[in-house]
Each structure stands twice: as structure tokens, then as C-alpha cells.
């Protein structure tokens, strides 16, 4: 089956780590994205991905940073300069050719103590 | 950014038509309008999108003014697993790619 895979669905960290958050895509989309959610709110776009090599931050880039090495992969690091840490964080995907439907992942929801 | 604005929550019986309404009047000619659904602690799910023209799949139907300024969406037998949140986007074009804004959504709840 063809989609989006992240892990772990929940994760706990202390205050201080930095913590990297994994998003795997079996469908050959080139374009992808990281976005945060907090409770009762919609997502913010924290970097997105058009290429292997190459990403733009988003509207909430500040305290987070993310590698493209691969065409699959997009993972994001929370660094301890992230003052709000705890979230919910979900990645999506696009082919950006045809449709720029979004495909989300399960999401992750990570707390920082 | 063109942003959305929506009713906060809304209620509909089951089997009745849930009619979700959206109002983006700052969109610009080249942005699409487009419907996601998320349930609690889950990724949204595309639900359709539109640029001037109504749209229908097998899931709703996208009623979108001549104007472009407001839209509905339309779930024409809600059932009790459509209650979910429910977004209307604007789709930004940058740098080759489109940006979501995402606004706080609509709670629709289904009532048996």
C-alpha cells in the first residue's frame, strides 16, 4: 500500500533534547511538507520540500530544521531552541504535477517535559 | 495570505445534508479552494477542491460563488463518521508549489 508513514505516534521528550521526528513516503511525490498543529487550531506550515536537496521554511520555521537527502524521506528536527515544543506535528506529500492534493501522515504528537 | 473564515462548530442530523459555508474574500484569481476533513488525533483527508467551477465526488459537492469570495460544501447524507473538523483551504502558488493556509475549521457534529 502506497502513503505516508510516521513514527513514532507519540513521543516524549525533556526539555533541552533535541528530538528528530521521521516521515517515510512510498509514493513518489516530489514535493513534501511539515506542519504543526495545537489543540483546537489549524496547522502552520513549519518547511516544506519541493526537491531532493533543496527545502523553504514555512511560516513557523523558528527552533526546527529538516534534511532531504532522500526523495522518501523528510525528517524534522525540534531543537531545543523551539521555546513551544509539545504539539502535534503531521508531514504530507504532494506529485505536484497534476494535483496538488495534499496526502497527510498519521501525525506524531510529541511532549516536551 | 487569502484566509478562510468559518463557522466554528455546526450540527446536522444523520441523513440530512450537512451544508458547511466558507468565506474567503481576499483569494486571488489563480489560488483553488480546497476541502479537508480531519477526526480527532488523525492526518486531514482531502475531501475536493475547486477554482471557479462547482465540483462533485463521491464524497460532496463544492458550491463556489460567481465571485469566488465564499463557498459550501455540501455532504448530502451526513452520517454519524462524518463528524470531523472540517477545513476550508486556500491553496497558495509559490515558488512552484502550492501553500495550504490552513484556518481553525469547522466542528461538525452528526447527530443520531
Known amino acids: 500500500d502506497g502513503g505516508i508513514t510516521q513514527s513514532p505516534k507519540y513521543l516524549f521528550r525533556k526539555e533541552g533534547q533535541n528530538v528528530t521526528l521521521s516521515c517515510e513516503q512510498n509514493?513518489?511525490?516530489?514535493?513534501m511538507y511539515w506542519y504543526r498543529q495545537d489543540p483546537g487550531q489549524g496547522l502552520r506550515l513549519i518547511y516544506y520540500?519541493?526537491?531532493?536537496?533543496?527545502?523553504q521554511k514555512g511560516d513557523i520555521a523558528e527552533g526546527y530544521s529538516v534534511s532531504r537527502e532522500k526523495k522518501e524521506s523528510f525528517p524534522l528536527t525540534v531543537t531545543s531552541a523551539q521555546k513551544n515544543p509539545t504539539a502535534f506535528y503531521l508531514c504530507?506529500?504532494?506529485?505536484?504535477?497534476?494535483?496538488?492534493?495534499?496526502?497527510f501522515g498519521p501525525g506524531t504528537r510529541l511532549t516536551v517535559t | 495570505d487569502a484566509k478562510t473564515t468559518q463557522p466554528t462548530s455546526m450540527d446536522c442530523a444523520e441523513g440530512r445534508a450537512a451544508n458547511l459555508p466558507c468565506n474567503h474574500s481576499?483569494?486571488?484569481?489563480?489560488?483553488?479552494v480546497y476541502w479537508y476533513r480531519q477526526i480527532h488525533s488523525q492526518g486531514p483527508q482531502y475531501i475536493i477542491h475547486?477554482?471557479?467551477n462547482n465540483e462533485t465526488n463521491e464524497m460532496a459537492s463544492l458550491i463556489i460563488t460567481e465571485d469566488r469570495k465564499s463557498s459550501t460544501l455540501i455532504l448530502p447524507h451526513a452520517t454519524l463518521r462524518d463528524t470531523a473538523v472540517y477545513y476550508c483551504?486556500?491553496?497558495?502558488?509559490?515558488?512552484?508549489?502550492?501553500?495550504?493556509?490552513f484556518g481553525t475549521g469547522t466542528r461538525l457534529k452528526v447527530l443520531a
Open positions: 504530507a506529500s504532494t506529485s505536484g504535477r497534476s494535483s496538488y492534493e495534499q496526502y
Open positions: 509514493l513518489n511525490h516530489d514535493a
Open positions: 520540500s519541493q526537491i531532493v536537496n533543496d527545502f
Open positions: 481576499t483569494i486571488s484569481g489563480n489560488e483553488y
Open positions: 475547486g477554482l471557479k
Open positions: 483551504i486556500v491553496a497558495q502558488r509559490t515558488s512552484g508549489t502550492y501553500k495550504y493556509i
